[in-house]
T-cell receptor, first 113, second 112 residues
Framework: GDSVTQMEGPVTLSEEAFLTINCTYTATGYPSLFWYVQYPGEGLQLLLK?????DKGSNKGFEATYRKETTSFHLEKGSVQVSDSAVYFC????????????FGKGTSLLVTP | DAGVIQSPRHEVTEMGQEVTLRCKPISGHNSLFWYRQTMMRGLELLIYFNNNVPIDDSGMPEDRFSAKMPNASFSTLKIQPSEPRDSAVYFCASSSTQETQYFGPGTRLLVL
């Protein structure tokens, strides 16, 4: 079945450092890929998405490119801020298996001043 | 837009009691999802509805869990009887485009 694998956390970075959170997936067909962010005590918010190969999703300085050849959707940001501290979830939706999202385990990010 | 509304935000109950979680999706959305989040298992889909009809309930852990969606603006997730291992954060999400799901703030359930 479909699955999403994220790098283990927690990730601790200093403010203005470069961020990469790795995400790879296994799926049949052509899934859509998502990054969600969860701030402490809150629900999940969509951060960005890509619906086909080579698409790049971007939002709030974060980017991720849908790489079908490597089945990856790595999240990057050039300069993180303390306010980016949160848990980040990679997810896929595969029309072959309905409309539900299949989430990775989440990666906790802590940015220190 | 009020977003997805869940109630209660926090629930503490004793083992064996019935628990009912409530969700109001975003107006106009035709898909509704219930997820459970725990440290051990991460985010798991429990059930989802499309146009008020349950489409996939394979994630519902056992018969103690049941979910209903009597109309387009309301859904419930019920646990009867509750057990300590049901302690988790339960999220409701809704969607109209079958792509982007919008999540509620969650209900934090603690079963003693």
């Amino acid at each position: 079945g479909d699955s999403v694998t994220q790098m283990e956390g927690p990730v601790t970075l200093s403010e203005e450092a470069f961020l990469t959170i790795n995400c790879t997936y296994t799926a049949t067909g052509y899934p859509s890929l998502f990054w969600y962010v969860q701030y402490p005590g809150e629900g999940l918010q969509l951060l960005l998405k890509a619906t086909k190969a080579d698409d790049k999703g971007s939002n709030k300085g974060f980017e991720a490119t849908y790489r079908k050849e490597t089945t990856s959707f790595h999240l990057e940001k050039g300069s993180v801020q303390v306010s980016d501290s949160a848990v980040y979830f990679c997810a896929l939706r595969n029309s072959n298996s309905g409309y539900a999202l299949n989430f990775g385990k989440g990666t906790s990010l802590l940015v220190t001043p | 837009d009020a977003g997805v509304i869940q109630s209660p935000r926090h629930e503490v109950t004793e083992m064996g009691q019935e628990v009912t979680l409530r969700c109001k999706p975003i107006s106009g959305h035709n898909s509704l999802f219930w997820y459970r989040q725990t440290m051990m298992r991460g985010l798991e889909l429990l059930i989802y509805f499309n146009n008020n009809v349950p489409i996939d309930d394979s994630g519902m852990p056992e018969d103690r869990f049941s979910a209903k969606m009597p109309n387009a603006s309301f859904s419930t997730l019920k646990i009867q009887p509750s057990e300590p291992r049901d302690s988790a954060v339960y999220f409701c999400a809704s969607s109209s485009t079958q792509e982007t799901q919008y999540f509620g703030p969650g209900t934090r359930l603690l079963v003693l």
